[in-house]
């Protein structure tokens, strides 16, 4: 069994910064792909970053290219998102999920069966 818990959301002014993090445990290892996802009351479950197994692959939603960065930590079984420059549009649920997997979009939900419960992130203007 995976579990996956994220940490680390909260309310900012726009133009600020937070860091997300994700702790996984139970059966997972370095060898699954990670990713975060958002989603804004009445939107679409949104891929905003994912990360290879090795992290040196990243990918990111246009939305947040040049401000978010994705790093994992394989040795704590943690996954981060830094957050830099935040927007109002940027306030969302962040979920953390994983999955083992190759090729193709890695942003895409439904490729992903193990999902943290998320952790809220609010950005005031």
């Known amino acids: 069994q995976v579990q996956l818990v994220e940490s680390g959301g909260g309310s900012m002014q726009a133009g600020g910064s937070l860091r997300l993090s994700c702790a996984a445990s139970?059966?997972?290892?370095?060898?699954?792909?990670m990713a975060w996802f958002r989603q804004a009351p009445g939107k679409e479950r949104e891929g905003v970053a994912t990360i290879s197994t090795g992290g040196s692959r990243t990918a990111y939603a246009d939305s947040v290219k040049g401000r978010f960065t994705i790093s994992r930590d394989n040795a704590k079984k943690t996954v981060y998102l830094q957050m830099n420059s935040l927007k109002p549009e940027d306030t969302a649920m962040y979920y953390c999920?994983?999955?083992?997997?190759?090729?193709?979009?890695?942003?895409?939900?439904?490729?992903?069966?193990?999902w943290g419960q998320g952790t809220q992130v609010t950005v005031s203007s």
């Open positions: 999920a994983a999955n083992r997997m190759s090729g193709g979009n890695l942003l895409l939900p439904w490729r992903y069966i193990y």
């Open positions: 139970g059966s997972i290892d370095s060898t699954y792909f």
